[in-house]
């Protein structure tokens, strides 16, 4: 391999996503919709640097929004700064009737009309201390914990509830990353409750953090502190019982009635939400009962406070979180679930929870529900897997009648079809691509799928100029000795075919995701092309367990996470033993989150192949994480498993060069599980090497790129290729 220059690190620095989203001319379309829903704006990036784009659907036009070099030398006149009109400081406007546009900047609402620009102060954010009620006269409010409402009419208070206390809190909710400072900090302030339409009566929860157990991080990073500072938060581990506690609550404003729905409790990282019916009658909602197994479906009588199961769904590994489900105004529902062993969508009768019909049928999966037409009885949805010798990940979209006839498909192409859909329009727009064929951007009748426009076609000469290749997409056979499983690689621009490049898996293998890039612009915008600039070919597989394939294929990861890169070992090595120019005895692995803990554990359950690691944030024993994750996905109650698939107790396995890093404020995945494993480690007298951003918390060694992201890359030069990085050379990100 050439020797490590500053060169090596500049190709690398193109591929980040603060330069390469430059470098490709319109990429995609995201649809901002606007009145009528025959017209939207868009932005993206042109020859000419960051446009805004208002595109007419029935006219067949796409023109520039407004004259951005007028927008520019205007706002540069008002505010004295340079700006330029190849990159405007805004990212969102609005297009009125007229023409105008106006967007917010720095605190200010500005109006382009003609030549004239004209800015206000912003109004106040709205306030969200209170609820005002669907009729305009009653204001719900809290005070010492309790919830009170006011008439606005009289200006009369009334308390609602009286035994609400600090930590037994009504009307409020645990945000995710709410933080406590010091050891008697006050948690954030929130405020939430559910009016029925005819306002009189109110839903909320009480918040009972009374038995529950905080989380602990240090900040050693703040320049005018010199201890510590001491944060806190509420995140519970599996298997914890000490944990926050949401108990629905329902108020009658005319009775003054309370009832509390202790058997609906619920820890807080599971939670519900309910609906209210147009009558006001009746609420109902999902109750997914702790781990994750079985879920009711269920209806409240608002008056007599009975609770009905309309329907009750069981699995002995898991079922969905979040569940495809649609009310019509007829008396039935649609419900998309599981059962089948694939994602499917049913009719079923509100009443008696029964099946009506099936609505779709066979093995493939039904991702979501883009539109139901309840006049006419058709839903549109997206789906995978259906099309027969076709990627089982690429994502298309159908409509079928209501009584299961009709099933038509309306994005034909061979490709990932990424949809945008603003409902009541006769059109959505549908960017097509695949990580080597670059994206079209369309206009679609949703009636027929027809393409009405095209609105543009990414333009990639930049890339090509520089030799880019797109990531290679290859197929291998999973551990089960039969399915057929997907992944990519990726080639740097200097690739010669004579040469041996070592290989580094990018790992994520959980089984609420699928990794591996399916469009253009995933596969262009992510950690992997950055990587293999350095002299790499990197891989990204989609292994058993992982998301999108059904529910037997994702199943295999249940109380087993800690298998998932067993995949990975044998798709590189079908893959390296058709592709000489890749070095199979030189191996590395790097993740994040998850990831972090694939890529450890994969560094101690296969020793003998992965010689280097890079797991940053890991949660590294899954009794450490967060509870809802695990509980779900690794299994409750905690059993032995979760102790044999600990990177702490297999640490005495290593035998390779392994990189831990961790934020010191990570709030999301506790630093504490990095540090076990590096006590681990040392007990068990191995060499490691451990970073600590102090001042990071889980969002570090993005694609955007950092100082992480050069740690990262050298430790593979060194170990990996074993060649020497350049010390001290600072990565330049492309602001």
Same mark, same amino acid.
């Given at each position: 391999?050439?020797?490590?220059?500053?060169?090596?690190?500049?190709?690398?620095?193109?591929?980040?996503?603060?330069?390469?989203?430059?470098?490709?001319?319109?990429?995609?379309?995201?649809?901002?919709?606007?009145?009528?829903?025959?017209?939207?704006?868009?932005?993206?990036?042109?020859?000419?640097?960051?446009?805004?784009?208002?595109?007419?659907?029935?006219?067949?036009?796409?023109?520039?929004?407004?004259?951005?070099?007028?927008?520019?030398?205007?706002?540069?006149?008002?505010?004295?700064?340079e700006i330029s009109d190849k990159d405007l400081p805004i990212n969102r406007i609005q297009i009125k009737q007229d023409g105008s546009i106006s967007f917010n900047w720095k605190n200010q609402d500005w109006t382009l009309s003609g030549d004239q620009l004209d800015s206000k102060r912003s109004n106040a954010p709205r306030n969200r201390d209170s609820s005002i009620s669907p009729d305009g006269k009653w204001r719900a409010f809290t005070r010492n914990f309790n919830l009170f409402v006011e008439n606005l009419e009289t200006g009369e208070e009334t308390q609602l509830s009286h035994d609400g206390k600090k930590d037994y809190e009504y009307a409020s909710f645990w945000g995710w990353s709410d933080m406590i400072y010091g050891e008697n900090g006050e948690r954030p302030f929130h405020f939430s409750i559910n009016w029925s339409p005819d306002s009189k009566k109110i839903q909320a929860q009480i918040v009972d953090l009374r038995l529950a157990e905080k989380m602990l991080l240090l900040d050693n990073s703040q320049d005018d502190k010199f201890r510590p500072q001491l944060q806190g938060y509420y995140r519970a581990s599996p298997g914890d019982t000490t944990v926050v506690t949401y108990i629905p609550v329902l108020f009658d404003l005319e009775s003054k009635d309370m009832h509390k729905f202790t058997e609906l409790s619920l820890p807080h990282f599971i939670g519900m939400y309910f609906n209210w019916d147009s009558s006001s009658e009746h609420l109902y909602g999902t109750y997914l009962h702790r781990g994750i197994k079985a879920f009711d479906l269920i209806e409240i009588d608002a008056n007599t406070k009975e609770i009905r199961k309309v329907y009750s769904e069981s699995s002995p590994t898991h079922v969905n979180n979040n569940n495809i489900f649609r009310r019509l105004d007829n008396g039935q529902f649609i419900l998309g679930t599981e059962k089948s062993g694939w994602n499917q969508l049913y009719l079923m009768d509100w009443k008696s929870g029964k099946l009506i019909n099936n609505i779709t049928d066979g093995e493939f999966v039904v991702k979501n529900v883009l539109y139901l037409d309840e006049d006419n009885g058709i839903l549109y949805f997206e789906a995978a897997g259906k099309e027969k010798d076709v990627n089982p990940y690429y994502s298309f979209v159908y409509k079928v009648n209501l009584d299961g006839t009709g099933l038509t498909l309306l994005t034909p192409e061979n490709s990932f079809h990424e949809v945008s859909y603003s409902p009541g329009s006769k059109y959505f727009v549908d960017n097509y691509s695949t990580v080597d064929t670059p994206t079209v951007s369309v206009v679609r009748e949703l009636e027929t799928g027809k393409i009405v426009y095209e609105v543009s076609k990414a333009d990639i000469s930049n890339l090509l100029n520089r030799g880019y290749q797109s990531p290679k997409q290859f197929t291998a056979t999973a551990k089960d000795g039969k399915t057929t499983i997907y992944g990519i690689y990726y080639l740097p621009t200097t690739f010669s075919p004579k040469k041996k490049y070592p290989i580094v898996d990018y790992t994520y293998t959980g089984p609420h995701i699928d990794i591996t890039p399916k469009t253009f612009k995933a596969g262009l915008i992510g950690l992997q092309q950055p990587m293999a600039e350095l002299g790499f070919v990197v891989v990204?597989?989609?292994?058993?367990?992982?998301?999108?394939?059904?529910?037997?294929?994702?199943?295999?990861?249940?109380?087993?996470?800690?298998?998932?890169?067993?995949?990975?070992?044998?798709?590189?090595? #079908?893959? @390296?033993?058709?592709?000489?120019?890749?070095?199979?005895?030189? +191996? /590395?692995? %790097?993740? *994040?989150?998850?990831?972090?803990?694939?890529?450890?554990?994969?560094?101690?359950?296969?020793?003998?192949?992965?010689?280097?690691?890079?797991?940053?944030?890991?949660?590294?024993?899954?009794?450490? #994480?967060? @509870?809802?994750?695990?509980?779900?996905?690794?299994?409750?109650? +905690? /059993?032995? %498993?979760? *102790?044999?698939?600990?990177?702490?107790?297999?640490?005495?396995?290593?035998?390779?060069?392994?990189?831990?890093?961790?934020?010191?404020?990570?709030?999301?995945?506790?630093?504490?599980?990095?540090?076990?494993? @590096?006590?681990?480690?040392?007990?068990?007298?191995?060499?490691?090497?451990?970073?600590?951003?102090?001042?990071?918390n889980h969002s570090f060694g993005r694609t955007n790129g950092d100082y992480f992201t050069k740690k990262r890359w050298d430790y593979f030069i060194e170990h990996l290729m074993g060649e020497k990085p350049l010390r001290h050379y600072q990565i330049q990100t492309g602001n």
């Amino acid at each position: 391999m050439a020797q490590i220059t500053e060169e090596t690190y500049h190709r690398a620095e193109y591929f980040l996503s603060n330069s390469i989203q430059k470098e490709v001319y319109h990429l995609e379309v995201i649809p901002n919709w606007l009145e009528g829903k025959t017209k939207f704006w868009h932005q993206a990036y042109t020859e000419n640097g960051k446009r805004f784009f208002l595109t007419d659907i029935e006219a067949k036009t796409t023109k520039e929004a407004f004259d951005h070099a007028l927008l520019a030398k205007l706002l540069s006149e008002k505010t004295g700064e340079e700006i330029s009109d190849k990159d405007l400081p805004i990212n969102r406007i609005q297009i009125k009737q007229d023409g105008s546009i106006s967007f917010n900047w720095k605190n200010q609402d500005w109006t382009l009309s003609g030549d004239q620009l004209d800015s206000k102060r912003s109004n106040a954010p709205r306030n969200r201390d209170s609820s005002i009620s669907p009729d305009g006269k009653w204001r719900a409010f809290t005070r010492n914990f309790n919830l009170f409402v006011e008439n606005l009419e009289t200006g009369e208070e009334t308390q609602l509830s009286h035994d609400g206390k600090k930590d037994y809190e009504y009307a409020s909710f645990w945000g995710w990353s709410d933080m406590i400072y010091g050891e008697n900090g006050e948690r954030p302030f929130h405020f939430s409750i559910n009016w029925s339409p005819d306002s009189k009566k109110i839903q909320a929860q009480i918040v009972d953090l009374r038995l529950a157990e905080k989380m602990l991080l240090l900040d050693n990073s703040q320049d005018d502190k010199f201890r510590p500072q001491l944060q806190g938060y509420y995140r519970a581990s599996p298997g914890d019982t000490t944990v926050v506690t949401y108990i629905p609550v329902l108020f009658d404003l005319e009775s003054k009635d309370m009832h509390k729905f202790t058997e609906l409790s619920l820890p807080h990282f599971i939670g519900m939400y309910f609906n209210w019916d147009s009558s006001s009658e009746h609420l109902y909602g999902t109750y997914l009962h702790r781990g994750i197994k079985a879920f009711d479906l269920i209806e409240i009588d608002a008056n007599t406070k009975e609770i009905r199961k309309v329907y009750s769904e069981s699995s002995p590994t898991h079922v969905n979180n979040n569940n495809i489900f649609r009310r019509l105004d007829n008396g039935q529902f649609i419900l998309g679930t599981e059962k089948s062993g694939w994602n499917q969508l049913y009719l079923m009768d509100w009443k008696s929870g029964k099946l009506i019909n099936n609505i779709t049928d066979g093995e493939f999966v039904v991702k979501n529900v883009l539109y139901l037409d309840e006049d006419n009885g058709i839903l549109y949805f997206e789906a995978a897997g259906k099309e027969k010798d076709v990627n089982p990940y690429y994502s298309f979209v159908y409509k079928v009648n209501l009584d299961g006839t009709g099933l038509t498909l309306l994005t034909p192409e061979n490709s990932f079809h990424e949809v945008s859909y603003s409902p009541g329009s006769k059109y959505f727009v549908d960017n097509y691509s695949t990580v080597d064929t670059p994206t079209v951007s369309v206009v679609r009748e949703l009636e027929t799928g027809k393409i009405v426009y095209e609105v543009s076609k990414a333009d990639i000469s930049n890339l090509l100029n520089r030799g880019y290749q797109s990531p290679k997409q290859f197929t291998a056979t999973a551990k089960d000795g039969k399915t057929t499983i997907y992944g990519i690689y990726y080639l740097p621009t200097t690739f010669s075919p004579k040469k041996k490049y070592p290989i580094v898996d990018y790992t994520y293998t959980g089984p609420h995701i699928d990794i591996t890039p399916k469009t253009f612009k995933a596969g262009l915008i992510g950690l992997q092309q950055p990587m293999a600039e350095l002299g790499f070919v990197v891989v990204t597989v989609d292994g058993l367990g992982t998301h999108g394939r059904g529910k037997a294929f994702n199943d295999v990861s249940y109380n087993n996470l800690g298998d998932g890169t067993t995949d990975h070992v044998l798709a590189i090595k #079908e893959l @390296a033993a058709k592709n000489k120019f890749m070095d199979i005895d030189k +191996v /590395g692995v %790097f993740g *994040h989150s998850a990831g972090g803990y694939d890529a450890g554990r994969a560094m101690l359950l296969h020793p003998d192949f992965y010689k280097v690691g890079v797991a940053s944030a890991g949660d590294h024993d899954h009794r450490m #994480e967060k @509870a809802w994750w695990p509980e779900m996905y690794m299994g409750y109650p +905690v /059993g032995d %498993f979760y *102790h044999d698939q600990s990177n702490i107790t297999n640490a005495a396995n290593l035998k390779g060069h392994l990189l831990l890093a961790h934020g010191g404020i990570d709030e999301n995945v506790n630093p504490s599980a990095t540090f076990k494993f @590096a006590e681990a480690l040392i007990n068990a007298g191995k060499d490691f090497d451990l970073f600590i951003w102090p001042s990071r918390n889980h969002s570090f060694g993005r694609t955007n790129g950092d100082y992480f992201t050069k740690k990262r890359w050298d430790y593979f030069i060194e170990h990996l290729m074993g060649e020497k990085p350049l010390r001290h050379y600072q990565i330049q990100t492309g602001n």
